[in-house]
């Protein structure tokens, strides 16, 4: 009598974890940052491939064997707001993948392991992997050499792993949890407000520990000395407030986080579309609109009708908000020059304004970024652009996604804030 309950037993977990896996399959098709994400990309395919498994006629009794919990801890991992940036899967033999772990270059190793099943093994198990990945993290080539490893146990941790990791890397126990809570200007009673992010079940059980691959950590760098002093303080003339006024205070000079803009993004800010323009170039005749662009006319319509829909101010606001920007001498000349030559008196005045407000830094790109190939499509113009912010660890704000895309592809976690696309109109 006991064969038929265990068969019972076996349809009914393997049931489970079909329904888990399509669960997890219709998250990942629905995910908004598919098509920019690689690693989603590849993990849809991996489950995909789980699900049509545990479908087929080959799927497993009892015992179950499935890489389902891998696959789901990866998801939350790669879902975290603390992991931007995230490789392909698997770029490397130990390796889950690369990302910038809290604005740090890392290579992240998951477990999915039963804590009860993991032991510390001298010369073997995990802790043989790990060892192995630290030293091809040291050996690796500057574009790619990460400042730490991320190793994640998603079902907890026994204390002689705990014990081993200490002992044997030097690794630290970090709260993957921390980023749920922030300092906030408008604190409660112990001065903490919660995000909107909220972990699932989960994560609570993740437990993570971090491994520094060069010896003396990271190095604390100074706050960034402006090169060239374009004075501050001018108030926005009556007329140039509105969402142009609104972006402008919401930047901090003094603030110790940054953020770095490229031309694109300093461009989006000033042009006529985004601040008004977009009535009077409607309201031209047609004939007179396409002789003014050419062959940018859809483009610069696409983009009015895209602002109408959502203006971008507000969205590059929010990125901005309680931040000190900062811009290389590279994009200081460019910006300048593309404003005299296609800028309207308008687009002029608010650029001179803006410029007022941003921290003007030397070109200083980082080893990682100069160690890419220079190609087409990685041009030294923008190796130093997205460089230099890479330097001072800060997100680069961008419309250039060819270059963030070419970037990826090579495998080195890059921070940047994609914005949608703003042209001068000479209005």
Known sequence: MAAPQACASSDSELEFARARCRALHDRLAASPDLPRQPALRSLLRLVAAE????????????PLSSNLPHLAALHLLLTHPAVQSPSRLAPLPGVDFYCAFRGRPAWALVSASNP???????????????????????????????????????????????RGLAEGFGAVETDLLLEFIRESDE???????????????????FRAFEIEVVEGGVEVLPPPVAVVTEGSGEEVPLG????????????????????NLDTT????VVSGISNGGVGKLMAAPEAETRARFKCNYKFVMDQAQSE????????????????????????????????????????????????????????SPSARMMDLPTTRKLAMKNKIVFGTGDHWRTPTITANMGFVRAVSQTGMPLLTIEHRPRALIGL
């Open 187 to 205: 604190e409660d009673e112990e001065g903490w407000v919660g995000v909107g992010f909220q972990p699932s079940e989960e994560m609570r059980r």
């Open 51 to 62: 699900l049509r498994f545990l479908t087929s006629a080959l799927a497993p009794r009892l």
């Open 240 to 259: 140039l407030e509105g969402g142009f006024g609104a972006f402008v205070g919401k930047i901090r000079t003094e603030s110790r986080e940054l953020v």
């Open 308 to 363: 109408l829909q959502s203006p971008i101010l507000l969205e590059l606001g929010k990125a901005v908000h309680g931040k000190q920007c900062i811009i290389c001498e590279t994009v200081n000349l460019e910006f300048k020059e593309i404003v005299s030559m296609c800028g309207g008196p308008e687009e002029k005045t608010r650029a001179r304004l803006l410029l007022k407000q941003l921290t003007i830094v030397p070109d």
């Open 116 to 162: 009860a099943r993991l032991a510390w093994v001298p010369g073997g198990g995990l802790r043989a992997r790990v060892a192995a990945v630290l030293a091809a993290a040291r050996g690796a080539p500057p574009a790619t050499r990460p400042e730490k490893l991320l190793l994640v146990f998603s079902r907890g941790v026994g204390a002689d792993i705990a």
């Open 265 to 268: 993004a300093l461009v989006a």
